[in-house]
Nanobody
Framework: QVQLVESGGGLVQAGGSLRLSCAAS????????MAWYRRAPGKQRELVAG?????????????KYADSVKGRFTISRDSAKNTVHLQMNSLKPEDTAVYYC?????????WGQGTQVTVSL
């Protein structure tokens, strides 16, 4: 059974940093895409950052970021461990949201339970 377990959320002051982690279990292959989404109160869920897998023909993963987090957040993955991380620096109050890990591989799609990130003034 495929499961995603997130960790690393919490309360931080504006300008601070947090690192989110997501570990996928029950998977015996290199996941195509791993990503972080977030849902702020009263808003729709949005993509924060995504990262594809590397392969013999494509040695480097590609990444995608929401415009609002470019230059502040960095997504990375350890494909051998099926984990994905989100390093969040220079956090702003508007980054406050529940952050969700997501994996996509062919027809497989799974979501984590979400982890709360709260940024205070």
């Amino acid at each position: 059974q495929v499961q995603l377990v997130e960790s690393g959320g919490g309360l931080v002051q504006a300008g601070g940093s947090l690192r989110l982690s997501c570990a996928a279990s029950g998977i015996g292959f290199n996941i195509d895409t791993m990503a972080w989404y977030r849902r702020a109160p009263g808003k729709q869920r949005e993509l924060v950052a995504g990262i594809t897998k590397s392969s013999p023909g494509i040695p480097k993963s590609s990444t995608k970021y929401a415009d609002s987090v470019k230059g502040r957040f960095t997504i990375s993955r350890d494909s051998a461990k099926n984990t994905v991380h989100l390093q969040m620096n220079s956090l702003k109050p508007e980054d406050t949201a529940v952050y969700y890990c997501n994996i996509e591989h062919g027809a497989l799609s799974r979501w984590g339970q979400g982890t709360q990130v709260t940024v205070s003034l």
